[in-house]
């Protein structure tokens, strides 16, 4: 039997109606539906990231709950500490009741040191430098953070209390001792009284300052008269210090340097002399230089009684050592001190609680907002099962009716009157 459009639409509604209604999802087949499919994902994927959310929310009350039982672990220790210090200080006690005082006051140090150390899922709770630390915690979707403190203990009286000895490494250290310089008796040509001054484990005076003149004049006293080489010499018509530097400071006589020639076959170069301090008050410590002439045909050098020795300062260095502090004991804790650590665990406290106070208001936001987009993703998803019971009672009707009516329309009474017409 042929069917009409009508009934083919009829009989695809009870199809897909039956199928919402045996799986109870609103969308049976996402290609009848593929917008509501849709909707769909995207209320669910923000579903997830809630509870994402939510999850990491729970994690940060957690850690802070943990780091809250270590701070009243630690109320404890320093309310025993200041019971331990009052007895201490009582003269009525015994010295073996002081000693069995201080073994016990060791013995807080150790559960101090359990508490400051501990952690939650492998993060530490107190930060372990002298600042306090704010860490940020993601979800696993990286979508939502959250910001907790990892306070420390170090900047608060409370590790002076706990305080465990401590060692820290002291850099050894170079020191250089000053240029010293001297006056040298040696009757001899410059070149012969700067290896002389070589082998005496110095070098002709090097001046390249009026504080060097000055300090070498000074230190050969007050009653030195004497001239003597110092350690310049002409080179390539320039002068230049034993030590490689150029003259860019000196201290000539009037008059001088003489001239000096150097040229292919004639030497006619010079070397400084100084007498110090100079016979001219007016212009002490003065130089003159003293010519040798090389002529080819003849050599003519000058000679000195004496030159000024440079000798480079020793250096002198101490070895790095390891300072250690011990940990101080019951008795050389002021009692200020554990006041301070109390009040300081106090605030420490009241920051744990006020934290723990704004996690519990995001947690409560974060549920009401998961539970919402549950309820949407609901009504979303799942059949409304009246309803659709319903819609599938009345399209079986119509079917049943237009069916009837079909058979009717071609029964063959209807034929025969038909034709009789």
């Not at 995207?42 to 990491?56: D, F, K, W």
């Not at 002529?295 to 003519?300: I, R």
């Not at 009516?405 to 009474?413: A, I, T």
Request: cysteine-free.
């Amino acid at each position: 039997m042929l069917a009409t459009p009508q009934s083919q639409r009829l009989s695809l509604d009870i199809q897909s109606r039956i199928s919402r209604l045996s799986s109870g999802s609103a969308v049976a087949v996402v290609a009848d539906h593929p917008a509501q499919s849709g909707v769909s994902l995207q209320i669910s994927s923000r579903a997830n990231l809630a509870q994402g959310h939510l999850l990491n929310l729970s994690n940060s009350l957690s850690y802070l709950q943990t780091q809250q039982d270590a701070l009243f672990g630690m109320s404890g220790l320093l309310d025993r500490v200041s019971e331990l210090k009052g007895m201490l200080n009582d003269p009525t006690r015994s010295v073996a009741d002081k000693a069995s005082y201080e073994k016990e006051f060791i013995q807080l140090k150790n559960y101090y040191d359990q508490l400051a150390t501990g952690s939650f899922n492998g993060l530490t709770l107190f930060a372990s430098g002298s600042a306090s630390v704010n860490l940020t915690l993601t979800d696993q979707n990286a979508a939502h953070t959250v910001s907790v403190s990892q306070p420390s203990l170090k900047a608060t009286d409370i590790a002076n209390v706990f305080g465990t000895a401590t060692s820290r490494y002291i850099a050894g250290t170079t020191t250089q001792k000053p240029n010293t310089y001297s006056y040298e008796n040696f009757s001899g040509v410059w070149s012969d009284a700067a290896a002389n001054a070589e082998a005496n484990g110095g070098y002709l005076a090097v001046v390249t300052s009026q504080s060097e003149l000055d300090k070498m004049a000074s230190s050969l006293g007050t009653d030195f008269n004497k001239e003597g080489w110092l350690g310049a010499q002409l080179v390539d018509n320039s002068w230049q210090w034993v030590s490689g530097e150029s003259m860019d400071f000196s201290n000539w006589s009037s008059d001088y340097p003489l001239v000096a020639l150097q040229l292919p076959g004639i030497d006619i170069s010079g070397n400084t002399l100084a007498k110090l301090p100079s016979s001219d008050s007016a212009n002490p410590n003065k130089w003159t230089n003293l010519p040798n002439m090389d002529l080819g045909f003849m050599t003519l050098t000058t000679t000195e009684d004496g030159y000024f020795m440079e000798k480079t300062g020793t250096t002198s260095t101490t070895a790095g050592y390891f300072e250690t502090t011990a940990a101080p004991t019951l008795s050389e804790i002021d009692a200020s001190v554990i006041a301070s650590a109390v009040s300081s665990l106090a605030q420490l406290e009241a920051n744990n609680a006020l934290s723990q106070s704004q996690i519990h208001s995001l947690i409560d936001a974060a549920r009401e907002s998961s539970v919402s987009l549950q309820r949407v993703l609901s009504v979303s998803q799942d059949a409304n099962i009246p309803n659709e019971l319903t819609a599938l009672l009345r399209s079986q009707a119509l079917e049943q009716w237009t069916s009837l009516m079909f058979k009717q329309s071609y029964s063959p009474d209807q034929v025969m009157l038909k034709l009789l017409r």
